[in-house]
């Protein structure tokens, strides 16, 4: 039996960090699902499309992943889908906390029998978040190695048009 996994976020940008945890369960499960989640309500520095296609070119290397978008309640997804995992990364107790109360809600809202399995993010990457990368380079500060490089010159173009 195939086992489908899905991870989800708004991946703005894609850290090195999500894509360890990427590459992880991309060698874990059968076929993998990358959703770039879309909040109406929230600001991006890219455009869902700008994210899909970032998101694909880092992916590229991974046979058995897929990239997709959704906007909207992420069980509505799931459950049309029908994913057997919903992958989450973690960097520590603090996402821990907030994770662990995500999937007792999802819990209630998956139909069928999806799972929420939890993967730690490499010590390397574990103080990386797509907030704290676009913080440092608002201040010109370096994010090489926080990020895939795509992304770096991707931040710096952005940077320049504001």
Known sequence: MERKALYAGSFDP??????NIIERAA???DSLTILIA???NKKYMFDTDERLEIMKKVTGHLSNVTVDTHSGLLADYVNE??????VRGLRGTTDFESELHMAQMNARLFKGDTETIFLMTD??????SSS???????????IDGLVPECV?????SKSQEV
């Open 123 to 128: 010590p390397k990457y574990s103080f990386i």
């Open 152 to 156: 770096v010159s991707g931040i710096r």
């Open 14 to 19: 894609v850290t090195n960090g999500h894509l």
């Open 27 to 29: 060698a874990i499960f």
């Open 38 to 40: 879309v909040n109406v």
């Open 81 to 86: 889908k029908g994913f057997d995992v919903y």
């Open 132 to 142: 704290l990368v676009k913080e440092v380079a608002a201040f010109g500060g370096s």
